[in-house]
């Protein structure tokens, strides 16, 4: 009688030691889980987007690195985040800061260094800030095509070259690239800014080749339109700021769902995701397989948008 009771206690013993490592296991698959107490560094963290991911990867536990130009703005992000953190849930942590301007490429390995000082090493590299452009390619400055590319494309390799040696050093790492459908396909009167996405697809295409065998994964995530104030934030062919919310942006994606693909992208270490709907995903797949359509499709585009003074 004795045994046949120890032996049901047994069986009740391993059958809640396989439940909780069955639970451990699927905690463990959650998307943000392996996130706890790793170090993120998120550029452009002060708005939109990256300040959603922000929210995301400080709500998973991550010690975060939030990189910005304005300093009470990248506090005020901070203040938001530790009012909403909560007793139950992963453990968070208050964020660091660090200020610098990507266009400034002599400053960011400075900017490096301090990051690298918060936590003694960087886990995850979010490359996120970017600007836009709206504008005409004749009646813009080359000066503005390049100030583009010192932010969107310069700025962002300045950083990761500075950050990656201590990621090979420690064979431990990921490096995240925000770029753009725009990365992928060239729309008219966008000229800079695709310039800028689709360059900097190509440096992260080649440097994923390149670091693979270091155990450091290359995400380049590829989002249609967002609902953010980018296109606000964009630059005209003079330089001046075009201060519009475009209807396309206006109706873009939220960025917190766009903040959880890039967790889950950061959680499955995919190498090139892009996140947007059937007609953006055609366009890119029409530029490879069938690209005469597709240059006819942006002509025809081109035409619709041309200001009269354009004729
Ligand atoms: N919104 C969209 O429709 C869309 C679509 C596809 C891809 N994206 C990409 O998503 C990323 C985030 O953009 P968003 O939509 O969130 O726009 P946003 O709200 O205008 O945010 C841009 C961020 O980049 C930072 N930034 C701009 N220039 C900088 C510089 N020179 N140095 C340092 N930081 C700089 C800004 O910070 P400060 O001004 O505070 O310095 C800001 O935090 C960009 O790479 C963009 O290309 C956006």
């Not at 990365?183 to 966008?190: H, T, V």
């Not at 995903?281 to 081109?302: C, E, G, Q």
Request: glycine fraction near 8%; charged fraction near 20%; include cysteine.
């Amino acid at each position: 009688m004795e045994r046949v009771m120890g032996g049901g206690v047994l069986q009740l013993v391993l059958l809640s030691a396989g439940i909780l490592l069955l639970y451990r296991i699927l905690v463990r698959l959650r998307p943000g889980a392996d996130l706890q107490d790793a170090v993120v560094v998120i550029t452009g963290a002060s708005s939109g987007l990256g300040k959603e991911c922000a929210r995301v990867f400080h709500t998973a536990g991550a010690r975060l690195v939030l990189c910005g130009r304005d300093a009470a703005r990248l506090q005020q992000v901070v203040q938001e985040l530790t009012a909403s953190s909560t007793s139950s849930g992963p453990q968070t942590y208050t964020p660091s800061t660090v200020t610098f301007d990507l266009s400034d490429t002599d400053t960011v390995d400075g900017a490096a260094e301090e990051i690298l000082k918060c936590y003694g090493q960087v886990d995850v590299l979010i490359n996120n800030a970017g600007i836009s452009y709206r504008g005409n390619i004749l009646d813009t400055h080359l000066s503005v095509q390049r100030d583009v590319m010192e932010t969107n494309y310069f700025g962002t390799i300045a950083l990761t070259q500075a950050l990656l040696p201590s990621m090979v050093h420690r064979r431990s790492g990921h490096i995240v690239v925000i770029s753009s459908v725009q990365g992928k396909i060239a729309i008219p009167y966008r000229s800079a800014y695709a310039a800028s996405k689709h360059a900097t697809q190509a440096y992260f295409d080649c440097l994923r080749a390149e670091i693979e065998h270091c155990g450091i994964p290359v995400t380049v995530i590829s989002p249609g339109y967002i609902r953010t104030s980018l296109s606000v934030n964009a630059v005209t062919g003079d330089g001046s700021k075009y201060g519009v919310l475009d209807k396309t942006t206006a109706a873009g994606r939220d960025p917190r769902d766009v903040a959880q693909a890039v967790l889950k992208a950061v959680h499955r270490k995919s190498k090139d995701v892009v996140l947007a709907g059937p007609q953006p995903n055609l366009a890119i797949y029409l530029r490879t397989m069938w690209p005469a359509l597709f240059f006819k499709l942006m002509s025809s585009r081109a035409r619709k948008e041309r200001k009269p003074k354009d004729e």
